[in-house]
């Protein structure tokens, strides 16, 4: 299932942030990541620099092995970064936190989101200030099914969103900035 999310600002809608979750895998895009500017690479390791260019697509994934990783898109390169591994899926036992994604509802960045499967999207949500003031966090978890209503419970004061899987699901709160 793919979750799409919209922001509406001064009557006009933006792009913010998708999640994509097979059942096994998750990877998420938002708008903070797909700058629509130029990017350049760091890499401490082999203390070197190296640009990338405008990027097609960049984002993160939640990988059943446990593997997680940055994936940047350019012109027909694929590019992993930040790639680290933790626990898998299986082990995720209650509920484990993936990512915080800021979505600003005050006023949109000078750019557009057009990264991640748009065409795919099974739901779409529209953030409004009137909702939830000048911006929201979207706080993803990956939950184990049995222990679903905890995380619901925990963050009963916050609206959420679930895209379910058949042992595990992923939970996302919309907690104010």
Known sequence: MVLGFLTKINGVQHRAALF???GTDLYIWDSLDNSGGFLSLLDLEMN??????????????????????????????????GVRKEGRLDEVNTWKAVRRTPVPLEQWFPWEMNAGPWNKISRTVTLEKSEFGDGVYLASYICCNRHLDQILARKESHQNW?????????AIFGEPL
Not at 162 to 170: N, R
């Open 48 to 81: 070197k620099s190296h640009s990338v260019g405008i990027p097609n697509e960049l984002h993160r994934s939640y990988h059943r092995s446990g593997r997680r990783h940055l994936r940047i898109d350019h012109s027909g390169t694929h590019v992993l970064t």
């Open 20 to 22: 994509k979750f097979t």
């Open 162 to 170: 679930l895209i379910p899987g058949k042992t595990h699901s992923v």
